[in-house]
C-alpha cells in the first residue's frame, strides 16, 4: 500500500447529543479530505466519551457510543467493517435490588504500539452515533480522533474507497 504522510499528527474533536431521550441518533464530521489528490486520513487513535447513564432506581440503564466510517442505523459494534470505535456505560439492577453496579465496556482507546495505525478513512467524513436506553433525558458524547492526512496512489486509493462504501 502507498501512502505518503502530508501532515502531522492532528486532533479532531466532535460530539453528539440525542435527538429526544433513548433515541438512536447520528452525527456527521466532516474531514475535508481532497478526493481529486487522492487523500486519505489515517487514524491512530480515537477517545470516546458519553455522559453516564442515570440511575434510576430498578431499572437498567446504558448510554452506548460509537464511531464509524459509514452511516449506520443503530450502533456500530466493534465486529462491524466500518465500526472504529465503541463504548457503553451500563448500570445493572437485580430483580427487586435497590443499588445499581456500574459497568463500562470499550473498545480499545488507543491501539497497542506495535500498530502504525487503526484505521484509513478515504471518504469525506466519518460518524459519531450515541443511543441511551432506560434514561429520563437525553444523553450527549464527546469524542476525538488523533491521525494524519496521506495521499494515496491511485490503486490503493480506489481500493480504499470501494471497500469502505462496501463496508456499509
Known amino acids: 500500500m502507498a501512502l505518503k504522510k502530508t501532515s502531522e499528527t492532528i486532533a479532531i474533536g466532535f460530539s453528539t447529543v440525542e435527538t429526544a431521550a433513548n433515541t438512536f441518533t447520528q452525527s456527521r464530521v466532516d474531514l475535508q479530505l481532497n478526493p481529486l489528490d487522492q487523500e486519505v486520513f489515517v487514524v491512530v487513535a480515537i477517545d470516546l466519551d458519553p455522559a453516564a447513564p442515570f440511575n434510576v432506581a430498578g431499572t437498567n440503564t446504558s448510554t452506548e457510543m460509537s464511531c464509524s466510517t459509514t452511516s449506520q442505523t443503530g ?81 490503493t486509493y480506489a481500493a480504499l474507497v470501494q471497500s469502505e462504501v462496501l463496508s456499509s
Not at 463500562?104 to 504500539?113: I, K, N
Not at 471518504?123 to 495521499?151: C, H, L, P, S
Open 75 to 155: 450502533i456500530a459494534n466493534i465486529n462491524a467493517t466500518s465500526c472504529l470505535a465503541n463504548i457503553k456505560l451500563d448500570i445493572r439492577y437485580d430483580a427487586g435490588g435497590f443499588n445499581g453496579t456500574p459497568f463500562t465496556r470499550t473498545s480499545l482507546d488507543t491501539p497497542p504500539a506495535a500498530l502504525d495505525y487503526i484505521a484509513i478513512i478515504s471518504t469525506n467524513d466519518f460518524f459519531v452515533q450515541i443511543e441511551g436506553v432506560g434514561n429520563t433525558a437525553v444523553r450527549n458524547g464527546f469524542g476525538r480522533m488523533w491521525g494524519y492526512r496521506a495521499k494515496a496512489d491511485a490503486a
